[in-house]
């Protein structure tokens, strides 16, 4: 991802999925997403590698030209303004850039990414991410949810911070 050839060619990547959804949002006058998926951090997909290697393999470097490249591309993606809320992840690692999340949008005032909170005690839940990357923190413990069968269940979760936060936007 290095090499300028082909860095340049993940960006100018033809997206026909991208400029669909574009119109499909234009369309239907939408102008909100959320994204209850995260990606995984890198400090969680670091973790994954002591499992089987010796020494694992820093990420950062490759997560940071990743991070790069796919925001020139999504500038490239014409379409309406739509605000994004995005799930932090429930990795409990520091996000300060995109070195270390590709969901870290520093500075994107259409994006927002959202960790968790506890509501009974108004604190960061520990398996939240965190750092400069989040935006704002939800209520994403002890969220009440629909299960099969019409049973409601106790959830906890970054994306349950999510669909709130996106809800009150």
Known sequence: LQDPQVNAA???QPASIDSELATAMEKDDVG??????????REALEALQTKNCASPIDLSAYFAVLDAATNAHNATVAGPAVLTVVAAGNDGAQIDSGADSLSC?????????????????LQRNSFSNFGACVDLYAPGQAIVV?????????ADGTSFAAPLTARYA
């Open 10 to 12: 993940l960006v100018a």
């Open 32 to 41: 909100i997403v959320n994204e209850s998926f995260g990606a995984a951090s």
């Open 105 to 121: 949008d520093l500075g994107d005032p259409k994006s927002l990414l959202v960790g968790a909170y506890d509501p009974g005690t």
């Open 146 to 154: 629909d299960y099969a069968g019409g049973w409601l269940l106790f």
